[in-house]
């Protein structure tokens, strides 16, 4: 498995697998809904908001992260995952984790020092948050707020 950071031409060129994707993680989800969701996506990606990473198995992309990079200066610290999408067969076989991770990594070269991520309570992807060391910052309408120190041990 490859994690690739998509650009705006990547987006372009993968727009129908993205689509797919989109599709196959979020089930009800119709192709113009879909194709509109990843055009607003690019746009992010285009104004240095916003940081797509994909990871891609023999060609197919697998799953994706979202990174949103806050812009407001009281908040220029913090990155948010906007969505993290894996293909339903392919769940539960370290791909949301290493999607993560790589998101992490992400943000941290950024500059960023704290991540936060939502997930629906009681799901596949709320225990994975959890297990991979972020803290529950609250709570609302089913969903759980986490956030997690991006600062090297040394420097916190």
């Known amino acids: ?47 240095g908001t916003r940081v797509l990473l994909a990871a891609s198995q023999d060609g197919l992309l697998v799953g994706a992260v979202q990174l949103d990079l806050c812009q407001r200066p009281d908040e220029d610290h913090r990155a948010v995952i906007e969505a993290l999408v894996v293909r339903a067969r392919l769940r539960r076989r370290g791909i949301g984790g290493v999607l993560l991770r790589a998101a992490e ?39 759980v707020v986490y956030t997690k120190t991006l600062l090297m041990p040394e420097a916190a």
């Open 1 to 47: 498995m490859k994690i690739l950071r998509l650009d705006t031409q990547a987006c372009d060129v993968l727009r129908a697998q993205l689509a797919d994707l989109l599709r196959d993680a979020a089930p009800g989800t119709d192709a113009a809904c879909a194709q509109r969701a990843w055009q607003d996506v690019r746009a992010a990606v285009a104004g």
């Open 105 to 143: 990594a992400e943000a941290r070269a950024l500059g960023r020092t704290e991540l936060r991520v939502a997930a629906q309570a009681g799901s596949g992807a709320d225990a994975l948050i959890h297990d991979l060391g972020y803290a529950c910052a609250g709570d609302s309408a089913g969903q």
